[in-house]
C-alpha cells in the first residue's frame, strides 16, 4: 500500500483484473450461487495504513466476470477480520501456526445472516496453509455443518536454472 502512486501501483490493478479472469476461466461454467466468497483478511488490520483489500478486490472483479458471463452475482462477504496486524508470511520465518492466527481472528457477526450453504475461502497464496485452517477453525464454529473449501490462486516464477549445474 505504501506504493500508490508509484509508477508500479497500476501493475497492481492490473494483475488483480487478471487473477479474476483467470479465476472466472478455471470455474468455468460451475454454478457458484450456491457458495459464499470469503476472503482470508491480510496481515494488517483494517486501521492499519497498510492494509490491502486485494482479494476483496479480485472477488469484486471475479464477480463482474460472472455476472456477465453467467447473468448473476456471486455472494462475497468478508466474514472475518484480523483484528490486529502482524508481519506478512513472506516477510518473516517465524509463522504463526493455524491457532495462533485463529486468535486473531474475529467473526463478523452482522455478515452471517444469509450465507451460503457453502464457503469457499480465498487467499492469493497458499503456502503452509495455516491461514486457510485458522479461517476454517474460525468458520466452523461460527457456521456449523457448512462445508469449507479453498480457493488459491498463485502466479509462480521459477528461478533460472543454470544448465552448467547438470553435469
Known sequence: ????????????????????AALNKAFGNTDLRRFSFVPIPPSKARTDPMYDNRMMEMLTHLNAHVRRSHGYDI???????????TAAAHETD????PTELAALYRVEQDTLLGVRDAILICD????????FRAMKQVLS??????????VFLARRVPEAIDVEDFD
Not at 4 to 20: L, V
Not at 94 to 97: F, H, L, N, Y
Not at 124 to 131: E, K, P, Q, S
Open 94 to 97: 517465524a509463522r504463526s501456526t
Open 1 to 20: 500500500m505504501d506504493r500508490q502512486g508509484r509508477p508500479e501501483w497500476p501493475n497492481k490493478a492490473r494483475n488483480i483484473r487478471k487473477a479474476a
Open 141 to 150: 464454529a461460527a457456521l456449523p455443518g457448512r462445508p469449507c473449501y479453498g
Open 75 to 85: 455472494d462475497i462477504r468478508e466474514l472475518v477480520s484480523q483484528t490486529q496486524s
Open 124 to 131: 492469493d497464496v497458499l503456502t503452509t496453509g495455516c491461514h
